[in-house]
């Protein structure tokens, strides 16, 4: 066996700078940021090939609800093991993944009754897409299929893949794939004042070419953690109803107890007409993503193959047995533990200890919404003015947080702390103290006020 466990931190990094490509990194600078090994995990901890443990504050890209190694999900992917690791889902099914759509069915908002999987939180998104504009041109006979526009907001991201990053503000990848993309307009971030009115005005210069509004309710993650106000989700809602267009609500991040419940339309009472699911559905352990959609979308793909309604998408891995059995492990420990019960105490506390950074003269703004937070570094928080992007203030608040024990991953000068949801009230406030003391050592302490 040749996993990389006989080897020193120093020569996996050699291997590794050597012969790895990393997602969402500047290579130019990865070596210099000393990038964690990691070749193992304890309960809410990260452990290093030179034995270093390193609390995990962002959840290891936000999925991660319950720490590592959870025995009822380790113990599940075992004894699905012992039975199959993977058959095709095309044409065909596997026990675990049909059991699955039917929890997920009752648990998700009134009104989704099927699941299309998938891997992942761009795919998911993707499906949702693909099935909003195939369903507009099969409905009626097709009587709307000029309805063809998606509606998004501010600086939104909602994956990589072309569909996906169509949706997204982000000019980076916009602009580079733009002639590839499905025709979409931004309204202002939910955050920004007026966007209702914009918005409204959006739905109304749209028309009937409106296909669907995506949100991710409560939320936006990757866009710098910009949070909504109360109500917000349901006013998309009443918008995309008036307009007879569909809302596609994008719980990739927020979905399975980060927003203090286990979907965050439930918050709102929201249900929308496509869910999009990834990240904590399998806990962390396995890629899986779901596409939950209601029956009148579902009836309009019906017909005789001969007729050409078929949505003709899917992916090798759709639905497979272990992803699955670790999913139902997931939804096991919500339902057998008092974790839902305990979140909104754990989300009031988190906010306790945010703000006591508010004294820092770098932290700008302090976003939170349930288990999640974006601390925004400011060079001049009263004039609202950024550091200079070379200077990678929120890397290096991650680096000295990570010195201190603890594993950030910022977005920008955003300090991301997005911790499992099983974190203790003692590990919560050593993760918040770690952030105060890095952003201390690297932007500065706040000036002692004398008499």
């Known amino acids: 066996m040749n996993r990389g466990d006989e080897r020193n931190g120093a020569q996996l990094r050699e291997l590794d700078r050597a012969h790895v490509w990393h997602p969402f990194t500047p290579h130019s600078a990865y070596a210099d940021d000393d990038p964690l090994m990691v070749v193992a995990g304890e309960g809410h901890y990260l452990i290093d090939a030179d034995g270093r443990r390193y609390l995990d504050g962002v959840s290891s890209l936000w999925c991660n609800l319950f720490g590592h190694r959870r025995p009822e999900i380790d113990q599940a992917i075992r004894e699905q093991l012992d039975r199959i690791a993977h058959a095709t889902f095309l044409g065909n099914a596997t026990a675990p993944a049909v059991t699955l759509a039917k929890r997920l069915v009752d648990k998700a908002p009134a009104g989704l009754t099927r699941v299309f999987y998938s891997d992942n939180g761009s795919t998911a998104v993707e499906v949702a897409l693909k099935m909003a504009l195939q ?153 899986m993503a779901a596409t ?41 420990i919500f339902e057998q533990t008092d974790l839902l019960a305990e979140l909104p105490g754990k989300v009031a506390r988190l906010a306790t200890l945010l703000d006591a950074l508010r004294v820092l003269p770098a932290v700008g703004d302090i976003r939170q919404y349930g288990l999640a937070a974006g601390i925004e ?55 918040v103290r770690v952030v105060h003391e890095s952003i201390t050592e690297v932007c500065g302490a706040p000036v002692a006020v004398t008499a």
């Open 292 to 332: 939950l959609t209601t029956e009148r979308i579902f009836l309009a793909f019906l017909g005789h193959p001969s007729e050409g309604r078929t949505f003709f998408h899917g992916h090798t891995y759709t639905g497979n047995p272990l992803a699955a059995a670790a999913a139902h492990a997931t939804l096991d």
């Open 135 to 287: 369903y507009w041109q099969q409905a009626d006979g097709g009587a709307q299929k000029q309805r063809n526009a998606f509606l998004t907001f501010g600086n939104a991201y909602h994956g990589d893949t072309i569909g996906s990053v169509s949706l997204g503000g982000i000019d980076l990848f916009h602009e580079r794939y733009r002639p590839l993309l499905f025709p979409t307009i931004q309204a202002p971030s939910p955050g920004v004042a007026g966007c209702a009115q914009a918005l409204e005005a959006l739905v109304s210069r749209l028309g009937h070419t409106l296909a669907a509004i995506v949100l991710e309710p409560g939320l936006q993650g990757a866009a710098g953690m910009v949070t909504q106000p109360a109500g917000f989700t349901r006013r998309v809602r009443e918008l995309a109803d008036r307009a007879g267009a569909l809302l596609v609500l994008d719980e990739v991040a927020v979905g399975f107890g980060r927003s203090g419940q286990l979907f965050a339309s439930n918050k709102e009472g929201v249900a929308p007409d496509l869910l999009c699911l990834a990240k904590g559905m399998t806990g962390g352990y396995l890629p």
């Open 377 to 431: 570094l400011m060079a001049d928080r009263e004039t609202g003015t950024s550091y200079p992007a070379v200077e990678r203030r929120g890397m290096q608040v991650c680096g000295a947080a990570r010195r201190r024990g603890v594993f950030l991953r910022p977005l920008g000068d955003v300090v991301v702390v997005m911790p499992p949801l099983t974190l203790t009230d003692e590990e919560l406030a050593m993760l």
